[in-house]
């Protein structure tokens, strides 16, 4: 089946820690995008990526790094100089034409809790 | 002032109910809309893009007004399983491309 996959589902750390989520994509999709949400908020971009080796900073960067270095790849590491790292991941793709993005398809997310 | 702009309800409305939901953008360059339905400890998933013209599936109805910079969504015939988070997503154009951009999100509660 085609789809976006993120894992895990749950992820606990202990603050001071580096973690990396993964989002794995088999759609095909051009763009990749890491985006948070915190209880009773709306998604927040962190980082998005519209092709292969290259990704921009969105909204709320700072504390967080990505790569991509697969077109189906997009793991989002968050560093300890990330203040408020607990909260919920969600990773989607789209497909990129004429400059102007699709609809996005979501990945099940990852929730990291950070004590 | 906020670029996507969602009332947060909740909308708390008995089944069989008729329930419009509005979202305005700030950006007058937006290209593409999109409202995503979210349950709760769930990933967003696409309900429907909105179109110029106007959009219709089934129970639910999009449309777009790009004078007044507003979008809204109505739904017929409410049913239970329609509770959830619906979100307005506009996509604006950042630093060359373009980027969605996701309102907070209303809430809408069907009771019996």
């Known amino acids: 089946d085609g789809g976006i996959t993120q894992s895990p589902k749950y992820l606990f750390r202990k603050e001071g820690q580096n973690v990396t989520l993964s989002c794995e994509q088999n759609l095909n999709h051009d763009a990749m995008y890491w985006y948070r949400q915190d209880p009773g908020q709306g998604l927040r971009l962190i980082y998005y990526s519209q092709i292969v080796n290259d990704f921009q900073k969105g909204d709320i960067a700072e504390g967080y790094s990505v790569s991509r270095e697969k077109k189906e790849s997009f793991p989002l590491t968050v560093t300890s100089a990330q203040k408020n790292p607990t909260a919920f991941y969600l990773c989607?793709?789209?497909?990129?034409?004429?400059?102007?993005?699709?609809?996005?398809?979501f990945g099940p997310g990852t929730r990291l809790t950070v004590t | 002032r906020k670029e996507v702009e969602q009332d947060p309800g909740p909308f708390n409305v008995p089944e069989g109910a008729t329930v419009a939901f509005n979202c305005t953008y700030s950006n007058s360059a937006s290209q593409s809309f999109f409202w995503y339905r979210q349950d709760c400890r769930k990933e967003p998933k696409l309900l429907m893009s909105v179109y110029s013209s106007g959009n219709e599936d089934g129970r639910f109805t999009a449309q777009l007004n790009r004078a007044s910079q507003y979008i809204s969504l109505l739904i017929r015939d409410s049913k239970l399983s329609d509770s959830a988070t619906y979100l307005c997503?506009?996509?604006?154009?950042?630093?060359?491309?373009?980027?969605?951009?996701f309102g907070r999100g209303t809430s809408l509660i069907v009771h019996p």
């Open positions: 989607a793709s789209s497909i990129k034409r004429g400059g102007t993005s699709y609809e996005q398809y």
């Open positions: 997503v506009v996509t604006l154009l950042s630093g060359g491309s373009y980027i969605p951009t």
